[in-house]
């Protein structure tokens, strides 16, 4: 079956260091690819995905990259702040089913 | 992307009594889905919601604890039944979207607790 592995938390940085959160999968097919943003006390955002090997997604300085020779989607960012505080799910869709990693919480300080 | 609103937010609730969330998204939808969120946990998909059909359950879940209408294109609830304080969680919904209907957008979410 499919599964996603992600790194455990809680991810503590600085302001203004660098993000790495890993991110692996098993899957049957060709999946898509996801990162979810949950901010405290809200729902689930689309923060990025990529649908095909080699694509990056990127969005609000984040960046993906679907490699399928390492069957990893690690979520990176150069320069994280305060606000980026949340929880991230990594996910995959290989045809109308998610399946979520356990969820990486990333606390930013100051 | 979809807009999602969920009702109600947040609520309170006793221990055997009955909770309908419901989820209206602003575009017709074939599919809806309806996760669960246990306190630090991440999520799992109680249920697909077809317009016109019984909805799907995953292994885990059933009609009974869990009834979920789906009247219309736009829109969808789920009752949580019997409520007890394992269910105290947050439950999501979604629809699917994309070229391939690949990508999921999420509603808010409903916070419950079960006293």
């Known amino acids: 079956g499919n599964s996603v592995t992600q790194m455990e938390g809680p991810v503590t940085l600085s302001e203004e260091a660098f993000l790495t959160i890993n991110c692996t999968y098993t899957?049957?097919?060709?999946?898509?690819l996801f990162w979810y943003v949950q901010y405290p006390g809200e729902g689930l955002q689309l923060l990025l995905k990529?649908?095909?090997?080699?694509d990056k997604g990127s969005n609000k300085g984040f960046e993906a990259t679907y490699r399928k020779e390492t069957t990893s989607f690690h979520l990176e960012k150069g320069s994280v702040q305060v606000s980026d505080s949340a929880v991230y799910f990594c996910?995959?869709?290989?045809?109308?089913?998610?399946?979520f990693g356990g969820g990486t919480r990333l606390m930013v300080k100051p | 992307s979809a807009v999602i609103s969920q009702k109600p937010s947040r609520d309170i609730c006793q221990r055997g009594t009955s909770l309908t969330i419901q989820c209206q998204v602003d575009s017709q939808v074939t599919m809806m889905f309806w996760y669960r969120q246990q306190p630090g946990q991440s999520l799992t998909l109680i249920a697909t919601?077809?317009?016109?059909?019984?909805?799907?359950?995953e292994s885990g879940f059933v009609i009974d604890k869990f009834p979920i209408s789906r009247p219309n294109l736009t829109f969808s609830t789920l009752t949580v039944s019997n409520m007890s304080p394992e269910d105290s969680s947050i439950y999501l919904c979604?629809?699917?979207?994309?070229?391939?209907?690949?990508?999921?957008?999420f509603g808010p979410g409903t916070r419950l607790l079960v006293l």
């Open positions: 979604s629809v699917e979207q994309g070229a391939l209907k690949e990508t999921q957008y």
């Open positions: 990529a649908t095909k090997a080699d």
């Open positions: 996910a995959l869709n290989t045809g109308n089913m998610l399946t």
């Open positions: 899957a049957t097919g060709y999946p898509s």
């Open positions: 919601a077809n317009q016109g059909s019984e909805a799907t359950y």
